[in-house]
């Protein structure tokens, strides 16, 4: 788990914009026609037809995606009663992660009042705007009958989830760990250490799976509860033991098969663990600190069955694996609550998932490649893609069984299809490049390797296992640096080409380039020097077969690597130029932009290659070329500069490529709003079509560009520069690169390298 500073917390708030959330809006808004239609007078019509049938309001407004994060800030995290308040940050948090794991905007509401009768009066006034209630960090016993009383007087889904997604996420993994255990859950003896509202539901929810409650002991903070102790709330009665012989944990754990930790830390002991079943099942759930550590469970008992809430042990019972997805499923189909069906149908679906192959992003995440269900592995991970639509299909199937769904699905694979979009599952795109590059590693050379950016984006692609890296620099430096960057050089190759012992390779290096070279003024003593340089070394390496590919341009004029490359590389065959390309990732989808770094000003010849590199491009990553070629002018109304040079590129492709979309010359706003395009303009070859690639008519356009969108469109994902048209996968990056922006290059020139393998 990373260290997380008191500094770097408040920083995460605070900087930028306070807070964690925004509001966004969802409709256009930028025309007198917009506003009119938003606010007066349109918006008077969706009034009146929710007021004829109030059920429309799930039609015409954000009712049906809107959860509320209500608290009074009586029970936040292990804080306590810190009030409203002081518990906003949580509630913002949850908000978040609504957002991010399932595509539901949340509110977070901070209710100064600890009377529940007024708490509840207070959350029924405000309940017709919202789809759900999330009730959060509320203490017990009120939170019992304040959630009762919700669920009774709204016609809406309510939840604690402090209660019951913890119960169903941890009754999942019981589910899960009995099986691995060769268990019974209807023989196991449960010790439940804890008797808060989380402790009670959970316990409930074990029932309903089958647990006995002859077979459970719960305990609060003064021991044991068992019917012969006096003034016990009607929630411990509910769960007090017949069992009077047993007062403290240490008696009541003995011969248990399932200790659940609901309280605090470090109180079982490896005394206490010795004395329980064989293969003993210890959900040490306390946070931070568990009530029992994983290393010492498993040093008292190595055949131990292990959860805790904590990322850094195997099993951590999450919440966040359940309460997005409930609430999408039952947002979904408008449901009108949370029911016990629902509730298990989402443990049922939680723990299938668990026994099912792992994809191949959970892997990556945890830098593990053996989660197959067993005593290390019987939750799933809170990355898991499959969550949302496994367990909201499910919980939305049950709200519909139990007649509760006001609104059913109909299409279960279109319903599939809208969540695994709505959390852009198939849009995102540079994971995609990362997914697909790790099932084809290869041998990928960083020029640069003293560039501190450099070295962690090649040490980062080799966690991300993508690439063998080759790093190219002072070996003491590197190594020097990697321990100052906290950076582990396993796994990479770190090489001094101008170390005496690389002479014979820098020598064979010189003598191919300079026979290639010996019609251009070459000579095998200026090839011996070149080979002295870091770019001529490593592209060397890539055109020899001792590299697969190479990553350079954090210290080096572009001028002068795109020099080497043509002298070493050269240019595709079937082309003459060759350019790069910068892909923009927004709501929109996937635009190529070319040529954003290589040709200054280039010619008609030099055009056409760049448009033709940029719709082969396009292909590479299985999108359908759809190409407008950009000027300040549409179709002939300037027939001078860059826009005459485009009509005469338009019409050679034409001819010649008459399969290829591709229209212009046009101005950008044509080419991205295809009605505009197709009312003015109807006889484009590219009508009816959106256009995914532009072709800018210089360079100093095409990088304004792209760096404009960059800067001002902070949801756009820019992945690049992508190289095009070299005989072989040499990619550049720039001197703003990122870590990240170098790791999407490296995998960009991965995939490179084994289309090449690839070709005839």
Known sequence: MAKITKEAALAYHEQGRPGKIEVVPTKPYRTQTDLSLAYSPGVAEPCLEIQKTPSDAYRYTNKGNLVAVISNGTAVLGLGDIGAMSGKPVMEGKSLLFKIYAGVDAFDIEVDEKDPERFIAAVKAIAPTFGGINLEDIKAPECFEIERRLKEELDIPVMHDDQHGTAIISCAGLINAVEVAGKKIEDVRIVVN???????????????????????????????????????????????????????????????DVFIGLSKGNVLTQDMVRTMAPKPIIFALANPVPEITYEAAKEANPEVIMSTGRTDYPNQINNVIGFPYIFRGALDTAATAINEEMKMAAVHAIADLAR????????????????????????????????????SMAVARAAMESGVARRPITDWKAYRQHLR?????????????????????????????????????????????????????????????????????????????????????????????????????????????????????????VETGDADAMVTGMYTKYSNTIKVAKEVIGIRPGFNHFA????????????????????????????????????????????????????????????????????????????????????????????????LRDEKYPFTRIKGMDVNTLIFPNLSAANTSYKMIKNLAEDAEVIGPIQMGLNKPIHFTDFESSVRDIVNITAIAVLDAFAQHLRP
């Open 421 to 541: 979009a709505l959390m852009g599952q198939e849009t995102k795109f540079s994971q995609n490049l990362i997914d697909a590059a790790r099932l084809h590693p290869a041998r990928v050379v960083f020029a640069e390797g003293t560039h501190p950016v450099m070295l962690e984006a090649a040490v980062r692609a080799r966690e991300e296992e993508i690439c063998h890296p080759i790093i190219l620099g002072n070996v003491e430096k590197i190594r020097n640096m990697a321990v100052e960057m906290g950076l582990s050089l396993e796994g990479c190759e770190v090489l001094d080409l101008r170390e005496a012992h690389y002479a014979p390779v820098r020598q064979r290096y010189a003598e191919i380039h300079a026979k290639k070279m010996e019609r251009r003024g070459y000579t095998l003593q200026e090839a011996i020097d070149k080979m002295y340089e870091r770019n001529y070394f490593g592209m060397m390496m």
């Open 356 to 391: 099912r192959p792992v994809p191949d992003i959970v892997h990556r995440t945890y830098n593990v490649r053996d989660f197959t269900f067993g005593p290390d592995y019987f939750i799933p991970k809170p990355v898991d893609p499959r969550l949302i639509t496994e367990v």
């Open 194 to 256: 804890g008797a808060g509202a989380a402790a009670i539901s959970c316990t409930r929810l074990y029932c309903a799976f089958g647990a006995r409650k002859e077979n459970i002991v719960m305990l609060d903070s003064k021991g044991v509860i068992s019917v012969d102790r006096p003034g016990l709330t009607s929630q411990k009665q509910e769960f007090a033991t017949a069992r009077t012989d047993i007062h403290t944990l240490a008696e009541a754990v003995k011969d248990a």
């Open 580 to 675: 790069a390309m910068h892909i923009l990732n927004t709501k929109r989808g996937l635009t190529f932009i070319a040529d954003t770094l290589i040709n200054r000003s280039p010619n008609a010849e030099t055009l056409e290659d760049i448009a033709l590199l940029a719709a082969s491009t396009a292909r590479f990553f299985n999108r359908t070329p759809v190409c407008a070629m950009i000027s300040y002018s549409n179709f002939g109304t300037d027939t001078e500069g860059s826009a005459g040079m485009v009509q005469e590129v338009i019409e050679r492709l034409h001819q010649h490529h008459p399969e290829l979309a591709i229209d212009g010359e046009m101005q950008v706003n044509f080419a991205l709003n295809r009605e």
